[in-house]
């Protein structure tokens, strides 16, 4: 006897009819069309799609849900922004930092997105955010895996504590080692800092995850550092290059350099495309640059590409519900990727492209991994990103985490009543 069945969905990436999936002890046991097998419990999926989980590369746990306090960012820029949370910081408690962690991690799990991989800003002393996040991740552990990585937001070098302060973080059990180059006070400042952090993260058998190139200065490349000391160190697969704004910005024959050296050293981009379309081009008038890092070229050229949401309500972005298919919808249209393969493309950087940057186990639809997927209002990938429908069932482990009843509008057209879903 099986635990759950979940009977006539059609499965992401799978062009082969419907299917049904059995799953035991928190594992995918069967896939199959037409399965016999009983279960406790079962649930008809109507022929809608059913996805792995969505995965939020990119986040900043520490800062999401402070809007307005103690005020709004009213130009949106990211100078403000900074300054503002220099605000923010002191005003800060643990308690204050868990509850804000486990009410986005609510939003996340009724959106279908059960992996995030945040940020935490290690330039203060008490490391607070970093104690205090560490026991979120012990305590949504049911429900999300949550990756921390070490922050040295206001420079690794430029903070004269940062270096010290980021080895506390890591010794106190946060997973990825962080930077932010393109923030020292000089190229060499930064590009010392990369060697620095990426000879760290050998050391200890840790992965990398810096914000890198976060800048419309054509001649902020960092990356190219970042690529040739993880092929350096033996650290391929395991480098992320977060934000890569600057590549929007350089020169072409440079890039046509860049990128094979990025491909060499199976550098994982994340792209934030929320965040960049609102930051990026603020010192230009027109034409405005976009300022999102080159997802089509990227991704086209091998690399794995994810999406981040990056940002929820916090002094940068004043948006948002922690929806990845809105992440996912903005770089398509930001990355003019409307073809039907770069659209697929773009639902795989919310979903097993992330996956693939965060290293997680078990994650897929095969038969052996978790039984942790998503059922969504739509019938395939591209009607998911048009609409960004309703998360119907949201499971985890193989049992129910998060329920939304379908939607629809009624019409009173003139005689007639009619039910839209806006489904053709
Ligand atoms: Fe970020």
């Given at each position: 006897?099986l635990?759950l069945i979940i009977r006539?969905?059609?499965?992401?990436?799978?062009?082969?009819?419907?299917?049904d999936?059995g799953?035991?002890?928190?594992?995918?046991?069967?896939?199959?069309?037409?399965l016999?097998?009983?279960a406790?419990?079962e649930?008809?999926?109507?022929?809608?799609?059913?996805?792995?989980?969505?995965?939020?590369?990119?986040?900043?746990?520490?800062?999401?849900?402070?809007?307005?306090?103690?005020?709004?960012?009213?130009?949106?820029?990211?100078?403000?922004?900074?300054?503002?949370?220099?605000?923010?910081?002191?005003?800060?408690?643990?308690?204050?930092?868990?509850?804000?962690?486990?009410?986005?991690?609510?939003?996340?799990?009724?959106?279908?997105?059960?992996?995030?991989?945040?940020?935490?800003?290690?330039?203060?002393?008490?490391?607070?955010?970093?104690?205090?996040?560490?026991?979120?991740?012990?305590?949504?552990?049911?429900?999300?895996?949550?990756?921390?990585?070490?922050?040295?937001?206001?420079?690794?070098?430029?903070?004269?504590?940062?270096?010290?302060?980021?080895?506390?973080?890591?010794?106190?059990?946060?997973?990825?080692?962080?930077?932010?180059?393109?923030?020292?006070?000089?190229?060499?400042?930064?590009?010392?800092?990369?060697?620095?952090?990426?000879?760290?993260?050998?050391?200890?058998?840790?992965?990398?995850?810096?914000?890198?190139?976060?800048?419309?200065?054509?001649?902020?490349?960092?990356?190219?550092?970042?690529?040739?000391?993880?092929?350096?160190?033996?650290?391929?697969?395991?480098?992320?290059?977060?934000?890569?704004?600057?590549?929007?910005?350089?020169?072409?024959?440079?890039?046509?350099?860049?990128?094979?050296?990025?491909?060499?050293?199976?550098?994982?981009?994340?792209?934030?495309?929320?965040?960049?379309?609102?930051?990026?081009?603020?010192?230009?008038?027109?034409?405005?640059?976009?300022?999102?890092?080159?997802?089509?070229?990227?991704?086209?050229?091998?690399?794995?590409?994810?999406?981040?949401?990056?940002?929820?309500?916090?002094?940068?972005?004043?948006?948002?519900?922690?929806?990845?298919?809105?992440?996912?919808?903005?770089?398509?249209?930001?990355?003019?990727?409307?073809?039907?393969?770069?659209?697929?493309?773009?639902?795989?950087?919310?979903?097993?492209?992330?996956?693939?940057?965060?290293?997680?186990?078990?994650?897929?639809?095969?038969?052996?991994?978790?039984?942790?997927?998503?059922?969504?209002?739509?019938?395939?990938?591209?009607?998911?990103?048009?609409?960004?429908?309703?998360?119907?069932?949201?499971?985890?482990?193989?049992?129910?985490?998060?329920?939304?009843?379908?939607?629809?509008?009624?019409?009173?057209?003139?005689?007639?009543?009619?039910?839209?879903?806006?489904?053709?």
């Open positions: 006897m635990d006539n969905a059609r499965l992401a990436g799978d062009k082969d009819g419907l299917k999936i799953c035991k002890d928190g594992r995918i046991a069967v896939v199959e069309s037409s016999e097998a009983k406790k419990e649930f008809d999926a109507e022929g809608y799609l059913l996805t792995a989980p969505f995965v939020d590369s990119h986040f900043h746990m520490d800062a999401t849900l402070t809007y307005g306090r103690p005020r709004v960012n009213q130009s949106g820029t990211l100078l403000e922004g900074i300054a503002l949370w220099s605000e923010v910081k002191p005003l800060l408690d643990a308690e204050d930092i868990k509850s804000r962690a486990h009410q986005l991690c609510r939003w996340a799990a009724a959106k279908g997105t059960l992996a995030i991989r945040s940020h935490v800003d290690i330039c203060d002393p008490s490391l607070l955010a970093v104690e205090a996040l560490l026991e979120v991740v012990k305590e949504v552990e049911p429900y999300i895996d949550l990756q921390l990585v070490a922050f040295p937001q206001d420079g690794f070098f430029r903070d004269p504590q940062a270096e010290e302060l980021l080895v506390r973080a890591l010794d106190k059990g946060v997973h990825v080692v962080g930077g932010i180059p393109h923030f020292e006070r000089s190229m060499e400042d930064g590009s010392r800092s990369v060697t620095a952090l990426c000879e760290l993260a050998a050391e200890r058998g840790l992965m990398v995850d810096m914000h890198c190139d976060e800048s419309d200065d054509p001649h902020s490349r960092h990356i190219e550092m970042l690529a040739r000391e993880t092929s350096r160190l033996g650290l391929q697969g395991r480098v992320t290059g977060s934000h890569l704004t600057s590549m929007h910005s350089m020169d072409n024959y440079y890039v046509s350099k860049l990128i094979p050296l990025m491909k060499e050293a199976e550098i994982n981009v994340i792209a934030n495309p929320l965040i960049n379309i609102t930051l990026q081009g603020r010192h230009d008038t027109y034409p405005k640059r976009r300022g999102m890092t080159r997802v089509k070229e990227l991704a086209e050229a091998g690399l794995n590409v994810a999406c981040g949401h990056d940002c929820v309500m916090d002094p940068w972005y004043s948006l948002g519900s922690h929806d990845m298919l809105e992440v996912a919808s903005m770089g398509l249209h930001v990355g003019q990727m409307t073809g039907q393969a770069e659209m697929m493309e773009m639902f795989r950087s919310v979903t097993e492209n992330g996956a693939k940057t965060l290293g997680l186990e078990g994650y897929g639809l095969e038969v052996g991994c978790n039984a942790d997927f998503v059922i969504l209002q739509a019938k395939n990938e591209i009607e998911a990103l048009r609409l960004r429908p309703a998360r119907l069932r949201v499971y985890r482990r193989g049992k129910l985490l998060s329920s939304t009843p379908k939607q629809s509008a009624t019409v009173y057209w003139g005689d007639v009543t009619a039910d839209v879903d806006f489904t053709l």
